[in-house]
């Protein structure tokens, strides 16, 4: 069956522009969960959808948004792009939000912002 | 605060011999963790996980060890081979996944 799927894999953005980023989950999985992995913080918990809600979200601020469609998959929004940004935003998709559910991650998307 | 973390940052170990990574975490509530490989341009990749009830737990060439009294967590992999050079981090699932730093290693031919 197929896996997490990203797209675009690379993305280059310029300073104060707005970014969306896709995830199509693994069929059957109705959790959506976003990270982002930098160099320098490693990988931080973004936020989780699940069923078309969110159901938790990490310490970032308001320009990170994200939704998720009926069919699970999801959709992350970053407006007004600053340098910072630039990093790989994974996406993992689990069956549900338990503890103990295992989370697929998919190969990400590499931001670049100029 | 809560948190996962990384003994060490890189590792090097000869083919063929027996790697340990390890990872300390915070919490005494924490009751399940997880392994994560992740290769270059790819993103993590489950190994091995373990629930607080149990102390060890083997996969196939892998072993996760949980030592709750030091809060302690290792992988072990057995006969390292140089598909086993990655990033391997440990992660601490309650209502999302918290990573530690993770640890870069590196097989030795």
């Known amino acids: 069956k197929a896996g997490v799927t990203q797209t675009p894999r690379y993305l280059i953005k310029t300073r104060g522009q707005q970014v969306t980023l896709s995830c199509s989950p693994i069929?059957?999985?109705?959790?959506v969960s976003w990270y982002q992995q930098t160099p320098g913080q490693g990988l931080q918990f973004l936020f989780e959808y699940f069923s078309e809600t969110q159901r938790n979200k990490g310490n970032f601020p308001g320009r990170f948004s994200g939704r998720q469609f009926s069919n699970s998959r999801s959709e992350m929004n970053v407006s007004t792009l600053e340098l910072g940004d630039s990093a790989l935003y994974l996406c993992a998709s689990s069956l549900a939000v338990s503890v103990g559910t295992e989370a697929f991650f998919g190969q990400g998307t590499r931001l670049t912002v100029v | 605060g809560e948190s996962v973390g990384l003994h060490l940052p890189t590792l090097s170990v000869q083919e063929g011999d027996n790697s340990i990574i390890n990872c300390a975490y915070s919490n005494s509530a924490s009751d399940y963790f997880i392994w994560y490989k992740q290769e270059s341009g790819k993103g993590p990749q489950f190994i091995i996980d373990i629930r607080s009830n149990m102390d060890k737990r083997q996969g196939q060439r892998v072993t996760v060890l949980l030592n709750k009294t030091v809060k302690h967590l290792s992988l072990q992999i057995a006969a390292t081979q140089p598909g086993d050079s990655a990033v391997y981090f440990c992660a601490e699932r309650k209502r999302q996944l918290t990573f530690g730093s993770g640890t870069q290693l590196t097989v030795l031919p």
């Open positions: 069929s059957g999985h109705r959790s």
